[in-house]
């Protein structure tokens, strides 16, 4: 059995492609004018800090690290025209990314830790948005 950390550190360069087949199905965050290497340049560092949080768990209501990548994100996708919304919605394929890709490895998930490693995905995923969300608001500002 395989822990979360060690399938999504191995899935990393599937997981995007996953992501960014995703995104350019969405007809509203495909309009945007982005190239695909910049659409997808903050994701490697998401999932290395992903990773991280996964094998060093936090306590449990304890606020996520700090992701100076997360806050460069938001004012990136400010820059490139993205709106608030777009953000968001760019955020939550990425968790329907990781879950699929937990779930097409789900004969090697050692089930005894998914439910907290999912629960550690969703609070870093969500906590990186809100960091790329606040950044984003003062670059508008």
């Known amino acids: 059995m395989d822990s979360v950390a060690n399938i999504l550190e191995q899935e990393t360069k599937s997981t995007i ?9 969405d007809n ?13 340049s903050h994701l490697p560092e998401l999932f290395s800090e992903l990773v991280h949080r996964l094998r ?10 700090v992701s100076p ?5 938001g004012l990136l996708r400010f820059q490139q025209g993205y709106t608030a919304a777009m ?4 955020s939550r394929i990425l968790q329907v990314s990781i879950f699929q ?3 097409r490895n789900s004969r090697r998930v050692d089930f005894t830790l998914l439910l907290p490693d999912v629960m550690a995905i969703a609070d870093e995923v969500d906590s990186q948005l809100a960091q790329a969300m ?3 608001v003062s670059g508008s500002a």
Not at 28 to 40: D, K, M, Q, S, Y
Not at 58 to 65: F, I
Not at 87 to 90: D, I, N, Q, T
Request: avoid cysteine; aromatic fraction near 4%; charged fraction near 25%.
């Open 69 to 73: 990548a997360a806050a460069a994100h």
């Open 17 to 25: 492609e996953d992501w960014l087949r995703r995104i350019d199905a």
């Open 56 to 65: 060093n768990p936090l306590p449990e209501g304890t606020r996520a690290l």
């Open 101 to 103: 890709t937990l779930h």
């Open 87 to 90: 953000l968001v919605e760019e």
């Open 28 to 40: 509203l965050l495909i309009n945007t004018p982005v190239a695909e290497h910049a659409r997808a």
């Open 134 to 136: 606040t950044s984003y």
